[in-house]
């Protein structure tokens, strides 16, 4: 058991990253009923691109977070903050940034 800070930020990342939206939730609610191809082609990128986002090796641009957005009726600012999320290396900071998403 963590005692003072290191402690006190590991609970609060714990307790954050409970019902939080995270950019995997965003992508699953863009796709809806249609395929990860189905929705590359109408976000207009390739579909080795959407695969890079599922599996976290690439973060969607601003532009592309916009169409997103546009084509599923979310919250602009769940879809920033749990993208924004993803970019974050700070897990609390991560955290924090999810939890305004939910």
């Known amino acids: 058991m ?3 800070v290191q402690g006190a930020k ?3 990342a714990n307790n954050l990253r409970e019902n939080t939206m995270n950019l995997q939730d965003v992508l699953n609610k863009v796709c ?3 395929s990860d191809n189905q ?3 109408k976000l ?3 579909r080795s691109t959407f695969s890079a986002y599922r599996v976290g090796r690439k973060n969607p641009s601003d532009d592309v977070l916009d169409r997103m957005i546009d084509m599923s009726g979310l919250n602009p600012v769940e879809v920033y903050l749990a993208a ?3 970019k974050v290396h700070n897990p609390t900071v991560a955290a924090a940034f999810r939890s ?3």
């Open 100 to 102: 305004l998403a939910a």
């Open 2 to 4: 963590l005692f003072g």
């Open 39 to 41: 929705t590359s082609i």
């Open 44 to 46: 207009g990128i390739t």
């Open 84 to 86: 924004y999320a993803e």
């Open 32 to 34: 809806g009923d249609l």
């Open 10 to 12: 590991l609970n609060l």
